[in-house]
């Protein structure tokens, strides 16, 4: 029996726009987090682990 946790259900992002015109939701894994469109959620998703996560947003940072 396998007692594998399951993701964390899917959460707007704080990175989202101010007036839900560029919706990004989030999910918490074992690995790391999710992310995908919430206009298109059946369009998938991608993954990164939290390494690869901490990096974007580190990133995203210095770009401000």
Same mark, same amino acid.
């Given at each position: 029996?396998? #007692?594998? $946790?399951? =993701? !964390? =259900?899917? @959460?707007?992002?704080?990175? !989202?726009? =101010? &007036? &839900? ?5 989030? $999910? @918490? #894994?074992?690995?790391?987090? %999710?992310? $995908? %469109? !919430?206009? &298109? =959620? ?5 993954? @990164?682990? #939290?390494?690869?996560?901490? !990096? @974007?947003?580190? %990133? ?5």
């Amino acid at each position: 029996m396998s #007692t594998a $946790r399951q =993701p !964390s =259900p899917w @959460f707007t992002s704080s990175y !989202s726009g =101010p &007036n &839900n015109n560029s919706c990004v939701e989030a $999910r @918490f #894994t074992t690995r790391g987090i %999710d992310v $995908r %469109d !919430s206009k &298109n =959620p059946r369009q998938g998703h991608l993954s @990164f682990t #939290t390494p690869q996560w901490s !990096s @974007f947003l580190a %990133d995203l940072h210095t770009q401000r």
